[in-house]
């Protein structure tokens, strides 16, 4: 087989070479470096920048070019103002913050995005895979895709970047053994009983919500007293995450313990959290994210912090096992009841079929039905009452 010939260069002594991505190249202190497909162009930039490429020292970046840094802040500016106007959650955009962090570390500050390659994306993709497991993997590099995809909508690029074969999520097959490996995200009924027994207030309210309405760390850190109705046992509560609505039936024993609650319930330092049912000893938010100015945004779950302690006082701690297990605990058994759509409901999952759109509401029997299969699992002798 003949070998195949390499590009010709413009003229002899021509300091670049052609990469296989296209772009004129050269390889200086062990790293590569791309100056564009233009020839000329490519060897003027080269040029201008070849002094601080040798001295180990970033390049300035071509006039009027976005880099990484600029288009990282303009997409964290757009984001923090849906932020400010409720429209997303802190904690999605501590995520998207640490995201552009992650993206300065390994892309540099002044690299122009229009020089990055599907190589420099399989790199970020290898690194970021050492320290995460597949399922944060997955999520960062859908962040990533995300930040890109907002340049490039926003006017910043001319051209969606290309990100190259390798960088994607983990497979499915890949996310189901991760799964089979970490086992099954569910409490039995004993182990749930002996949660709420040994569950000081708040937490033990926290619980028989998460048992009793299928609510995650979110909701119950978010949940208002306004959204209760504690005489006629119902909780009527959008979920955060989507606003989805939610109609919840409460149990007498879910009742009793958020009543316990309220009566401890310390006052609030910020005046946004007074009328939240649950506030920690120190005054603040269950779940929120502590921001200082300067610094990383921190994400604090205190739902999480009290629960794994719980967990370990008992013995219960396996992997993947955590308050959000409540919820996974209430779908399985919840789907007893064999009535989908009231389940869904109640989880708050949206439904975009056509059905949904012609139903107008679930009979508050349906609901109940649920959620009695539920407590005549974890609670059989006082279901028969």
């Not at 109640?346 to 039905?369: F, N, P, V």
Request: aromatic share 8%.
């Amino acid at each position: 087989m003949a070998r195949k010939r390499k590009a010709a260069k413009p003229y002899k002594d021509f300091p670049l070479f052609l990469h296989a991505t296209g772009q004129w190249a050269k390889k200086i202190k062990g790293k590569m470096h791309y100056f564009g497909k233009d020839a000329a162009a490519a060897e003027e930039r080269y040029q201008s920048e070849r002094k601080a490429l040798h001295a180990g020292l970033p390049p300035g970046p071509t006039p009027g070019a976005v880099t990484v840094m600029a288009l990282a802040n303009r997409f964290l500016t757009s984001k923090r103002l849906l932020v400010d106007s409720g429209e997303l959650s802190p904690r999605t955009w501590r995520d998207y913050h640490g995201c552009c962090e992650l993206l300065l570390k390994h892309l540099g500050k002044r690299t122009q995005v229009s020089d990055l390659t599907s190589e420099h994306f399989e790199r970020l993709r290898s690194k970021i895979s050492k320290h995460r497991g597949p399922v944060s993997l997955g999520n960062e590099v859908q962040r990533i895709r995300t930040v890109f995809k907002f340049a490039f909508e926003d006017g910043q690029l001319v051209a969606p970047v290309r990100f190259g074969a390798m960088f994607r999520k983990p497979s499915r097959k890949v996310m189901r053994r991760v799964r089979n490996a970490a086992g099954p995200k569910m409490f039995t009924a004993a182990e749930v009983r002996k949660l709420i027994q040994k569950a000081a207030q708040p937490m033990k309210a926290m619980i028989l919500l998460g048992i009793n309405c299928g609510f995650g760390n979110h909701d119950v850190a978010s949940l208002p007293a306004s959204a209760l109705d504690l005489k006629a046992g119902w909780a009527n509560f959008p979920r955060p995450k989507t606003e989805t609505p939610r109609r919840v039936p409460l149990w007498p024993e879910t009742v009793k313990a958020i009543r316990a609650a309220i009566a401890k319930r310390p006052k609030a330092k910020k005046r946004e959290d007074a009328g939240l049912v649950f506030i920690t000893k120190y005054g603040w938010r269950w779940v929120r994210v502590r921001e200082r100015e300067g610094k990383t945004a921190v994400p604090i779950d205190s739902v999480c912090l009290e629960f794994n302690k719980l967990l370990t006082q008992l013995g219960f701690k396996r992997p993947g096992l955590g308050f959000y297990a409540l919820r996974h605990t209430f779908r399985t058994v919840a789907d007893g009841s064999k009535d989908q759509v009231a389940v869904n409901s109640i989880m708050g999952h949206t439904d975009e079929s056509m059905a949904a759109r012609y139903r107008e509401g679930i009979d508050d029997q349906r609901l109940k039905d649920v959620t009695d299969t539920v407590r005549s699992w974890l609670f059989p002798a006082e279901a028969k009452k």
